[in-house]
């Protein structure tokens, strides 16, 4: 089995995108492969990558052999029986489906197995940049402009610089707040005054003042309580807030309400303990406000969850959808399956032969380093769980099934085969996952051709079960309620479980025609085993719809209900989805909307070849974020995925929101590209702020503005104060967190005109900072205030100016250059 290898890696691998119009959503790539090991490498060799679009076999260079092995995973080989010499390079070309336009794209994780045995990891390609059409655009009809330094300014130019007191000093926006010109001074010293009930939000209040200085002035007292709070239907997280010289009162309709209280109090507080007094009255527009964090495809460890716990709290989110497990990881132990763990929770190529899954999304096929490997024990996870509850927030844990299940169907598989070897068969069967003699032939949308349960066999139901009672007991020796498990559902892929004689006769024994039928009896099943646990069925919206002849997605009716918690995510613009929110919401279940268009922090936030994240809805900005409107998405101007205006006639049809029932709204960060806690902080904020605003705040009512310019006025009016909120407030007070955040800052826009350097900034109150001299702007670099002029700002052997946006900490964001050529002529 391969082990191992020393030294550094013996090939150097160069990549390019070649051309996006090689075929009709086809494109064509080239691989460099350089033998720089300083000696032969002998043949046999054979190179392993991932690449998130299928590899056309056929296609590639004369010579070699690509496969598909599962997956992402691709395997290259050479046909010529030959050495490979020293120093010498392959070209390889190849086609592939669709498109690349972003690092994101390329292949990653490459790693060789020689002939003679051995694992060598390889790395990263050294990408060649996006610079050509061809490369820059995924068809003729990408009208989505590269998000260069000129187009930013563009998109900038609409933004400018509030006077503070026109930005709001609370986020998300409250409900009513007034401030005067007097002073309230906290400190380390401050009295706190609270009933036992409230002891918990005492303490987080007491960590937040020993923080502050030790005022000389005398500080004031601080109230906690609960009761009535002044508003229509406040509702338990309501609070008021009232801060006079001498006294700071924090009143909750409930312990909840004393909490976000605090928060907002926090937001006021200056580094020196000074607040302005004033009165807040605020209570939140939904009940829903969520995050989802995706440690499946990528493994967060602990430290990482609490601060993206934190930064929820502080920004009123209250409910944590926690994906624990997906194809490639099983993130959770449970006592009785020990191979979920030991077998879904390692990633890579195992020097010993145990089993693990495969290399994904460019983890590597180092098992220990890869960040594809790691599980919470059962002390971490019910550590996470009491930091969300003291929080008040709850946690919503997902077990992925029928489909994106493979790190289970292979775990169960590996404990099947254990325990068949022992003689053990009626054990090795309870909980087995998928049907051996199952003939099925599928590809799911991440390539795999494995990775979905049997759901006919009754071994399944015992599996969920033992995995919920364990779950269940962990959330009670958290001291934290459990209401609901979400059992994902999405993306079966077409084809499975047609080729298994179990499915068939489960079918032949119910007079079944179609594994529809089959389907929503697994759904019924999931349901009927957590009621009897006493808890809520929670899925994705596939897991409420059926399909009528004509293969446009209804909603199922049998199980519509308040318990039946639909989570809507394929509504993005063109997916024919659009409206499927309000149609679940119509028809009786409780929908949380996670819109892939809006809320899935996995996308990236521009058309920038730098940029991180898939596109597949779109491309999802701070204000593709801040401008969702939640009971009407057709009120706000929209583009479909290629940069498109959404035909009228389209959303004439679509489906209004008719009393049905819309919980709330929640982000989305899915894992695969998510492979660090700075890569997580970057994907989520400050995205998460602008998700906060739309589930917290009062409505804009944007939606009842019937002239679409006006509406669009409106709309631009107040995202301007918001991004300049953000710009002047709330990344400044992330910077000021113990450890600071590394949310995104936006690159500046950049344009030169009539001899001068001009620029720009995405969120107004962010530091711009510059070099002439070709060089990385840095801290200490000039501040630009003002055009630069070409002849009279610049040395006359300048030829690269670089700009690039701050933070109050000095951290940087890409820069955008300007190559000045001959612009001294000018």
């Not at 033998?35 to 032969?40: A, I, T, Y």
């Not at 109230?223 to 002044?230: A, K, Q, Y």
């Amino acid at each position: 089995m391969p082990i191992p290898h020393p030294g550094t890696a013996p090939i150097a691998i160069e990549w390019e995108c070649l051309s996006n119009f090689a075929g009709d959503a086809i494109f064509e790539a080239r691989l460099n492969l350089r033998n720089v090991s300083g000696k032969p490498i002998a043949p046999g060799w054979q190179l392993y990558f991932n690449a998130c679009r299928k590899l056309i076999p056929d296609t590639v260079s004369a010579g070699f052999a690509i496969a598909h092995v599962n997956g992402d995973l691709f395997k290259l080989t050479a046909l010529a029986d030959t050495p490979w010499p020293e120093d010498e390079a392959f070209d390889i070309t190849y086609q592939a489906q669709f498109w690349v336009i972003s690092v994101t794209d390329a292949p990653l994780g490459f790693y060789l197995l020689p002939q003679d045995g051995g694992v060598i990891e390889l790395g990263d390609p050294r990408i060649l940049p996006f610079a050509r059409v061809e490369q820059r655009m995924r068809h003729v009809e990408d009208r989505v402009p590269t998000a260069n330094a000129a187009q930013r300014y563009t998109d900038n130019a609409a933004l400018h610089l509030l006077p503070q007191d026109q930005v709001g000093r609370i986020t998300p926006r409250p409900v009513s707040a007034r401030f005067g010109a007097g002073r309230c001074m906290l400190g380390s010293g401050t009295h706190i005054v609270h009933g036992p009930e409230l002891a918990n939000e005492a303490a987080f209040l007491r960590t937040l003042l020993d923080s502050l200085p030790a005022n000389a002035a005398p500080a004031a007292q601080v109230v906690l309580e609960t009761g009535p709070v002044p508003l229509e239907a406040p509702g338990d997280e309501a609070y008021q807030l009232d801060i006079e010289p001498d006294a700071v009162v924090l009143r909750g309709a409930s312990a909840h309400g004393v909490f976000n209280a605090i928060q907002s109090l926090r937001q006021l507080i200056e580094t020196d303990g000074s607040l302005p007094t004033g009165h807040v009255l605020d209570a939140p527009r939904f009940a829903y406000r969520g995050m989802m964090l995706d440690v499946a495809r990528h493994f967060a460890g602990v430290d990482t969850v609490l601060r993206l716990l934190d930064c929820m709290a502080a920004y009123k989110l209250n409910r944590f959808h926690f994906h624990l497990t997906d194809d490639e990881g099983w993130r959770l132990p449970i006592t009785a399956l020990p191979e979920l763990t030991e077998v879904g929770a390692r990633r890579g190529v195992s020097p010993d032969g145990s089993p693990c899954l495969p290399p994904s999304f460019g983890s590597g096929a180092d098992i220990d380093s890869s960040p594809g490997t790691g599980h919470y024990t059962h002390d971490e996870f019910i550590a996470i769980l009491r930091h969300a509850h003291a929080r008040h927030i709850e946690v919503v844990p997902e077990f992925n099934m029928p489909g994106h299940a493979r790190a289970a169907v292979m775990a169960m598989r590996v404990r099947h085969d254990r325990l068949l070897a022992a003689g053990d068969f009626d054990a090795a069967w309870a909980c087995r996952l998928d049907d051996p003699d199952d003939a099925s032939t599928y590809e799911s949308v991440q390539l795999w051709h494995d990775n979905v349960i049997c759901i006919a066999l009754p071994s399944v139901d015992r599996f969920i079960d033992t995995v919920v009672a364990e779950v269940k007991d962990l959330f009670r020796q958290a001291g934290v309620p459990l209401r609901a498990i979400h059992t994902g559902g999405d993306e079966v892929p077409n084809g499975a479980w047609i080729g298994s004689p179990r499915c068939r006769a489960r079918m032949a024994e119910q007079g079944w025609t179609d594994v529809a039928q089959l389907r929503f009896d697994f759904v019924a099943r999931c349901r009927a085993i957590l009621a009897r646990h006493g808890l809520a069925f929670a899925g994705w919206d596939d897991t409420a719809l059926t399909h009528d002849t004509g293969g446009a997605p209804a909603p199922e009716p049998r199980f519509a209900g308040p318990d039946f918690h639909a989570y809507v995510w394929n509504n993005a613009w063109g997916s024919g989805q659009e409206d499927i929110a309000y149609r679940l919401a119509n028809a009786g279940y409780s929908v949380v909307l996670s819109n892939a268009a809006n809320l899935y922090f996995d996308l990236a936030c521009a058309k920038d070849p730098e940029e991180p994240g898939y596109y597949w809805a779109g491309f999802v900005g701070l204000r593709q974020a801040f401008a969702f409107c939640p009971l009407d998405q057709g009120a706000v101007p929209a583009r479909d995925p290629m940069g498109r205006r959404v035909p009228e006639a389209l959303l004439a049809r679509l489906e209004k929101l008719d009393g049905g029932r819309i919980a709330g709204l929640q982000g989305q960060l899915w894992g695969e590209n998510a492979h660090s806690r700075a890569r997580i902080e970057y994907m989520v904020a400050p995205r998460l702020l602008a998700l906060a605003e739309r589930a917290w705040s009062p409505d804009p009512g944007w939606r009842l503005i019937a002239d679409p310019r006006e509406r669009e006025a409106r709309i631009d009016a107040d995202w301007n104060e918001f991004a300049n909120r953000l710009g002047q407030r709330e990344l400044p007070r992330l910077d000021r967190a113990p450890l600071a955040w590394a949310y995104r800052l936006p690159p500046p826009g950049v344009r030169l005109e009539e001899g001068r350097i001009h620029a720009n900034v995405a969120l107004p109150g962010l530091t711009l900072r510059y070099t002439v001299d070709g060089s990385e702007p840095t801290a200490a670099s000039p501040r630009y205030t003002e055009a630069l002029g070409v002849s009279s700002d610049v040395p006359r052997d300048a030829r690269i100016v670089s700009i690039a946006s701050f933070d109050t900490r000095g951290r940087s964001s890409r820069s955008a250059t300007i190559a000045l050529k001959d612009a001294f002529d000018v």
